[in-house]
């Protein structure tokens, strides 16, 4: 794909943010207020602005905490946010470890299937009990894109290495 193809599809899909490459804490703290800049110009929903917002910081940290491919003191991949009438979608992507795969997967789908009674309640629970067993933060952040989201998806792709995909939809 060459250069005018990539802007070209970006502008397709409605992204006004994309980041590829090393994800840091850092690094997050300098884009996280450009990125909410951006966001709140779109909509000036302060509601909306903050769930997106919200998404966007939980997926970096994913990337940040996560992702296979490390280097120097963050994760290697991408995150983007896209917006059309319908509403926002934050995407990120990064190489993960196929034997987390199962397990990974059926927490999402897990979580897909909760109201958001349901997302409350283990929320609240996930606090009481503490972060799960390998969890590198408080093991709130699926939970959380779950709760602010109007909904999301995952995919795992193999590309040559495997690729986390996940998207959450946030519909005012």
Known sequence: ??????????LSRGTFFCYSGLLSEEVLSAISGIV???VSDIDHD?????????IFIEQAQNIIRYSEERLAEGGIGTVAIGHSKEGFVVEAINPMNADKMLSLKGNLEELQKMESKELRKAYK????EGPPEGSKGAGLGFIEIARKSSKFEFDFVESPELLFVLKAWIVP
Do not use: A, C
């Open 46 to 54: 302060i509601d909306l602005t903050t769930r997106v917002f919200g």
């Open 36 to 38: 909410r800049e951006q």
């Open 1 to 10: 794909m060459d250069s005018h193809d990539f802007h070209k599809l970006l």
């Open 125 to 128: 629970q996930r606090l009481r």
